[in-house]
């Protein structure tokens, strides 16, 4: 049985925890979040909520920060101009062959195309194709990867710069580099801090 608290933001398979998808990029030193600020954490947390309601068609736009609601209105009108449906929304998943788990940000279609979907509110860093690339391992339908980037302005850019075949491969590697640090005496799995891809 696979679970997720939500709490200690573990994930477990079979009752084990396992590393999270950012857990591993950070035990392999691929995240660096030391000079990651807290309004940047806060702001990622409060786009990713509001997004989330607006999927479910259950926002209340009076509720949101006035300096959250452009990015806000720019996922809305990146659904608007691209007919994008999403599926699964704020979804934690598994990949039981390499004990691993995750939060994705979307799945849906786009142009009639499965698509992984990941939301930033800053700009992309480098590792945020393996990151899509942990996520995309945990599905058992291939999806195209994107980085959809909401603006304070208001607009949105879709980026598909995370179809490299290695990516899979380099992520695992971090995933085995986080299984070897817990193993041998490393951070237990176990925390209270949300994901990276919640805040950036």
Known sequence: M???DPITHTFRINGVPVP???????AADIID???YTDEARERG????????????ECLDWETVAPEIVPYVEAYQRFKDESGFVPALIEEPVFNTQYFYGGILDRTGLLN???V???LKSGDPEPWANLQTAGYWGCLTQRHARYTLRLYPEGRYKLSNVHADPNDFRVFLSAVSIAHWKRNTGGESYERSSPEISRVA
Request: some cysteine; overall charge negative.
């Open 116 to 118: 992984l979907l990941d």
């Open 45 to 56: 947390i409060a786009v990713h909520a509001a997004c989330h309601y607006l999927d479910e």
């Open 112 to 114: 009639g195309q499965a």
């Open 2 to 4: 696979n679970t997720f």
């Open 20 to 26: 999270s998808v950012t857990q591993a990029l950070k």
């Open 33 to 35: 979040d030391r000079f």
